[in-house]
């Protein structure tokens, strides 16, 4: 886990100046993740050194996910090793049938931000900061809305028809 403290603050701190987040650093338990529903994943090269990071944890809104400290070493950068990073963490994200996936990043991480916004991230019109600029991409993971659907089902007593589409109009009459 020293590895990883020591790479965050590189990347961080010496290279984009985030002073402040030393305490987090050297405090947080990146590895020590409720893994039924977060996780941290390091990428590592040849040499086993830590030369990407990403994570994931719960927050207090049920079914968000905020993606936190994903970070590519300098050397490694655009190589795809962010995309491959974020995927895997996608792919949880989904599994986990979370809907919303929240991020905090800073306007001096430009390339981070073009990188979030060809994701599909865009900037939060609900969370504001006053440090930073919050971002939200809603995740169409197929769970929620096929347990949706099979609620209206049961409740009118509806069939399904592979022939022909489920359509309900909810206006009050049908």
Known sequence: ENEVVEFLIEVAINEFGFIEWEDYFYTKDFLNVDRESENFWIAVNNQNNVIGTIGVVKDENPHTAKLNSLYVAKEYRRRGIASNLYEICLDFIKKNDYNIIILHTYEKFKNAIKFYEKQGFQVSKYIQSKDGIWYCKYINNGH????????????????????????IDLDGKN
């Open 144 to 167: 929620s809305w096929n347990n949706y659907f099979g609620n209206i089902r049961a409740k009118y007593n509806m069939r399904v028809s592979k022939k022909k589409p489920l359509v």
